[in-house]
């Protein structure tokens, strides 16, 4: 199913045209890390390259003529920069996230929106279980323990806390949370979730997040960031999850009040995290520092080589199908 | 049935203790400083020993308590026990299965993504303020990588099943081949080696797995692969698992065990692409409390002449 508008004027696919040209909000690290190439049968602006601060540049002739935009690390496609580029009929982004962009102004302008779909869904599960084993059964603080000779010394290290038979909340079951539900199944949790809408699955479901805490050992956060999810972690949810409860947010750190979290763990009234996103990265709060029961991560949830992989190929993908008129690989549909 | 004396090996619980002071006269092996003399005095009333994965009941030992009628180990693994003279002598061995099979489990996995993701490593990243300076690198995905397990009883099995989530595809060595088992089998480790991206051992140690892993078997796994130990230390060549690791010849480690616990090898200590445990597998509230009250289960069962609850011997 073809994602953007048909009307007359609708350009010639991608081999009977000149190359189309993709304004690129930042040069998408993606490719570089893995020596890569941008595609060759587009034109790509790049603001970076030019002396015109971005603000300025989306004014030039060069910038108006973009018919795309991709975006990756979070760059923002604001209304502002929409109304200045009347030629962009889509809007690729290298996140699965869509916080940073303003769905209302593209659905109102008819602009398409392809987002990395399902390449990360794996990858960021695997990191939501691996930081909750890590706390659970304190992998991270353990090696640390063997490293400072700690182990000869002091002797045998702390007792962890049993993952299998844990009530397991899924904040958010979308693609990325029913890869962590699987997963955790396999160790013997018992999954429930919080979503906006009840799902076809056999999870009990609750529609307050706070009820869900009241009810888990553990709580995962998958969801996407917007103004209903932000903060929506707050100090009573973590009240309720508990002084044994562990939080493990590979979503986006504004989904929890932070500073409630903090405090929380500096206090003993939260068992332990496990966080790859913070409100501020890549500020860490320095309370978090000093504590051996949470896990941190920079952000590295999507960066293994094989996702990136299959990120730069559905970034040509659904390049490509677009301006070939064919459907896009990821579309963002409206829900 | 508090005149009934039990050798307690070495430390290895506060809970466990209480409760077998609470029923037996128990005798504490570590903190007696003349051994031979101890075990004169006391072998008359000594008619049980507790040990576990660092010690256990060996031939000397066994010898010097003639009294001897059950060896109840806090631990599955019974490496530190001679089972033969156990046999000859028709003393009894417990230990304690299954209640530990899912947290080992549990731990080789957790050990599986600390490695290729690099979570330990990441983690240390944050804390020393690396992040503010720049990203942390790539690391390689977990989810469908092959994994080969060497031994296929509870704990490979549960090892096995954790995977399959992940979608990796699973394959294994084991003494004989497993009827109706839908992974692959190999019959050899060399093979399974050079056909699995994650090695996994989880099989007992004996005489014949000792060192199973050696040269070959690393070369075999290559400068990608992953090997991940939560066995028993000397299942492992360690010193050729070093230079491999050092020599960048092995892709990573996970491990929980060592050949000469605590020591753990030094030139470890510097490398990213390894974690290091302190035989943490059985490591949670939950599980040595279930283990403990096996072992006392075990021991009361057999002074009250009740069947027992896990013998092996």
Known sequence: MASHPHHDGAPPPLHRRPPPRVLLLRHPPHFTLLNRPLPDNFHFLK???????????????DARSAEAILTSGGAPVT????????????????????NHIDLAECRRRGI????????????VADLAVGLLIDVLRKVSAGDRYVRQGLWSSEGDFAHGSKLGGKRAGVVGLGRIGLEVAKRLEAFGCAVLYNSRKKKPVLYPFYS??????????????????????HHMINREVLLALGKGGVIVNIGRGSIIDEKDMVQLLVQGELGGAGLDVFENEPNVPEELLALDNVVLSPHTAVFTAESLSDLCDLVVGNLEAFFSDKPLLSPVLEE | MDSIGVLMACPMSSYLEQELEKRFHLFKFWQ??????????????????VGNAMAGADAELIEALPKLEIVASYSVGLDKVDLGKCREKGIRVTNTPDVLTEDVAD?????CLAVLRRICASDKYVRSGKWKKGDFKLTTKFTGKTVGIIGLGRIGTAVAKRAEAFDCPISYYSRTMKPDCKYKYYPSVVELASNCHILIVACPLTLETHHIINREVIDALGPKGVLINIGRGPHVDEPELVSALVEGRLGGAGLDVFEQE????????????????????????????AMADLVIGNLEAHFMNKPLLTPVV
């Open chain 1, 47 to 61: 603001p970076w390259e030019s002396s015109l601060p971005l603000h300025d540049f989306l004014s030039s002739a």
């Open chain 1, 79 to 98: 209304a502002d920069m929409l109304r200045r580029l009347p030629e962009v009929r889509l809007v690729v982004t290298t996140s699965a996230g869509l």
């Open chain 1, 112 to 123: 398409a929106i392809a987002s990395a779909g399902d390449v990360y869904s794996e990858e």
């Open chain 1, 208 to 229: 307050d997040v706070r009820e869900l805490a009241t009810n888990c050992d553990v709580l995962v956060i998958c969801c996407g960031l917007n103004e209903q999810t």
């Open chain 2, 32 to 49: 007696v400083t003349q051994k031979p003399q101890f075990l004169k005095e006391h072998s008359g009333s000594i008619r049980a020993v």
């Open chain 2, 107 to 111: 731990l080789a996995i957790g050990l």
């Open chain 2, 262 to 289: 605590p020591e753990v090898p030094e030139e470890l200590f510097g490398l990213e692409n390894v974690v290091l445990l302190p035989h943490v597998g059985s490591g949670t509230v939950e599980t040595r409390n």
